[in-house]
T-cell receptor, first 114, second 115 residues
Framework: KAGVTQTPRYLIKTRGQQVTLSCSPISGHRSVSWYQQTPGQGLQFLFE???????NKGNFPGRFSGRQFSNSRSEMNVSTLELGDSALYLC?????????????FGPGTRLTVL | AQSVTQLDSHVSVSEGTPVLLRCNYSSSYSPSLFWYVQHPNKGLQLLLKYTSAATLVKGINGFEAEFKKSETSFHLTKPSAHMSDAAEYFC?????????????FGQGTTLQVKP
């Protein structure tokens, strides 16, 4: 079974631009969560999608948004990029997203904002 | 609110000696607890999970953890460290305020294994 895939793996943008990251979950998984990893703040929860609906949201500004498609693939978008948005963005999938379920992580997208 | 505290930001051991990575948690609910490992430039891999079954949980690569409710701890151990164990380790609690899979991560412990 293929694992969680994320594209692109690396991205360089400039301040003010916007970016879209993509995540393909493991086949059969309906929940997709997104996390931001930075050296200063560690790993922080962005949002979770289940059956095309945002079910939970972390404490991030509205510039961070996401969506999920009917095939469970998910995208996250960051508008008006700031230097502080430079981070590793990780996507995780699980069967139902319930708190007992194991979440499988992708390799991440490394975003650099110049 | 749920939270986890990893008591050591950096642990250094010699190859072949025991590993102990310490984690305390805070949760208003019966917690689901996990340990994940992250090797450089790699994603996170689940080592083990506790979900209210046996308090001693065995994971992959010889790791295990014991859930101690009275001490609110979930320490990760391994009897004998291997060079390949060098990585970042995260203690994680699942947010119990909803039934969704929001994970709350500790700050991580870097494990260094010396030859």
């Amino acid at each position: 079974k293929a694992g969680v895939t994320q594209t692109p793996r690396y991205l360089i943008k400039t301040r003010g631009q916007q970016v879209t990251l993509s995540c393909s979950p493991i086949s059969g998984h309906r929940s997709v969560s997104w996390y931001q990893q930075t050296p200063g703040q560690g790993l922080q929860f962005l949002f979770e999608y289940f059956s095309e609906t945002q079910r939970n949201k972390g404490n991030f500004p509205g510039r961070f948004s996401g969506r999920q498609f009917s095939n469970s693939r998910s995208e996250m978008n960051v508008s008006t990029l700031e230097l502080g948005d430079s981070a590793l963005y990780l996507c995780a999938s699980s069967v139902t997203g319930e708190r007992y379920n194991e979440q499988f992580f992708g390799p991440g997208t490394r975003l650099t904002v110049l | 609110a749920q939270s986890v505290t990893q008591l050591d930001s950096h642990v250094s051991v010699s190859e072949g000696t025991p590993v102990l990575l310490r984690c305390n948690y805070s949760s208003s609910y019966s917690p689901s607890l996990f340990w994940y490992v992250q090797h450089p430039n790699k994603g996170l891999q689940l080592l083990l999970k506790y979900t209210s079954a046996a308090t001693l949980v065995k994971g992959i690569n010889g790791f295990e953890a014991e859930f101690k409710k009275s001490e609110t701890s979930f320490h990760l151990t391994k009897p004998s460290a291997h060079m390949s164990d060098a990585a970042e380790y995260f203690c994680v609690v699942s947010d119990g305020s909803s039934n969704t899979g929001k994970l709350i991560f500790g700050q991580g412990t870097t494990l260094q294994v010396k030859p």
